[in-house]
C-alpha cells in the first residue's frame, strides 16, 4: 500500500520544502521506496534544496501532456526519487494542475510513500494536492498567524476527507514568545510529530544545495527529522475511507 501525504502549512516559509527533502532522505536510508513531487509549481524549490536543478523532463511536461510520469521521476541523494517542479516559466502556462491526481493515481502501489511538497495558502493546486493525499503533515512555526492558518488548511482538508497525520513544529527558538507545543496541539487538534529547532546548519544546507541530514547529520535539526522519520514509519495508517471528488468540494 503506498501512502499519499501531503505536507502544507497555509503560510508560507514554514519549512515544506526543506522537511519534505529530508524527510525523504532520512526514509530513503532506512531502506524506504520513497517518491518525492514538488507541486509548488510556481515556487519551486525542491530540486534546488536537494542539489537536483536542471532535470531534462520535470512535472511540468507531465502536466502539459508531453511526458510521462515515469520520465520524470529521478534517484536523490540517499537514494530518495523525486519528481521536480521544474523551473521554467514558459512551461508553466501549459501544465494542468488537475492532471497532479492522475500523476499520483499512476505511483499507486509503485512505492511505498507519495510525499507532496504543497504551495502555501489554498490556491487551486493546494485544493488538488490535499485531495491527492490520503493524510496531511501540516508544518508550521510555533506563532499564531502561523497555526491559524494552517488551522484553515487542515479544515479544508478534512472536507476533502484527508485525515490529519499530525503537526511538525519547525523553527523553534525558545525565545519565550512562541506559541508553546500544547497550545499548538490545542488549536490545531493533533499530534505533534517532531519539534525541528531554528538551525543555522538548514541554512548553510539550503545555499550549497545539500540536504542537512547528511551535510550535518548530528545538528539538531538533522536529529530532529531523523526522529519524525522513524516516527512515519512506524504509524499504522487505517483504511482509507472512500473521498469526495475535488468538484463536489468546490461546488458545496
Ligand atoms: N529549522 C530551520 N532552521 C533554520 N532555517 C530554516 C529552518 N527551516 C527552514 N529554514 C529556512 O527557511 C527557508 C524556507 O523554507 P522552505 O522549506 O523553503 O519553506 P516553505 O517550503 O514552507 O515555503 C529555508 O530556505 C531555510 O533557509
Ligand atoms: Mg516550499
Given at each position: 500500500m503506498t501512502r499519499v501525504i501531503a505536507v502544507a502549512s497555509g503560510k508560507g516559509g514554514t519549512g515544506k520544502t526543506v522537511i519534505t527533502a529530508n524527510l525523504g532522505v532520512c526514509l530513503a536510508e532506512m531502506g524506504k521506496d520513497v517518491i518525492l513531487i514538488?507541486?509548488?509549481?510556481?515556487?519551486?524549490n525542491l530540486?534546488?534544496?536537494?542539489?537536483?536543478?536542471g532535470m531534462p523532463t520535470t512535472?511540468?511536461?507531465?502536466?502539459?501532456?508531453?511526458?510521462?510520469?515515469?520520465d520524470a521521476i529521478y534517484t536523490g541523494p540517499g537514494g530518495v526519487k523525486v519528481i521536480p517542479a521544474g523551473l521554467s516559466f514558459d512551461r508553466l502556462k501549459s501544465?494542468?494542475?488537475?492532471?497532479?491526481?492522475?500523476?499520483?493515481?499512476?505511483?499507486?502501489?509503485?512505492t511505498e510513500f507519495v510525499f507532496l511538497d504543497c504551495p502555501s495558502g489554498l490556491s487551486r493546486i493546494s485544493l488538488v494536492g490535499l485531495e491527492s493525499a490520503e493524510?496531511?503533515?501540516?508544518?508550521v512555526n510555533p506563532d499564531i498567524s502561523s497555526v491559524t492558518d494552517a488551522l484553515k488548511t487542515k479544515i479544508v482538508a478534512e472536507k476533502l476527507k484527508t485525515k490529519l497525520l499530525g503537526i511538525?513544529?519547525?523553527?523553534?527558538?525558545?525565545s519565550?514568545?512562541?506559541?508553546?507545543?500544547?497550545?499548538?496541539?490545542?488549536?490545531?487538534?493533533g499530534e505533534i510529530l517532531a519539534v525541528i529547532p531554528e538551525d543555522p546548519e538548514?541554512?548553510?544546507?539550503?545555499?550549497?544545495?545539500?540536504?542537512?541530514?547528511l551535510r550535518s547529520p548530528e545538528c539538531p535539526a538533522s536529529k530532529a527529522i531523523r526522529e519524525l522519520a522513524k516516527k512515519i514509519a512506524g504509524i499504522e495508517v487505517e483504511k482509507k475511507e472512500k473521498k469526495k471528488g475535488i468538484f463536489g468540494f468546490l461546488r458545496r
Open positions: 514538488d507541486i509548488d509549481l510556481a515556487m519551486a530540486e534546488i534544496v536537494l542539489g537536483m536543478e512535472l511540468q511536461d507531465v502536466l502539459a501532456g508531453e511526458a510521462k510520469v515515469e501544465a494542468d494542475p488537475d492532471l497532479i491526481k492522475d500523476v499520483v493515481a499512476q505511483l499507486l502501489d509503485k493524510e496531511l503533515m501540516l508544518v511538525v513544529i519547525n523553527r523553534w527558538t525558545k519565550g514568545f512562541e506559541m508553546d507545543r500544547k497550545e499548538i496541539e490545542r488549536v490545531l487538534g538548514v541554512k548553510k544546507s539550503v545555499s550549497f544545495g545539500q540536504p542537512v541530514v
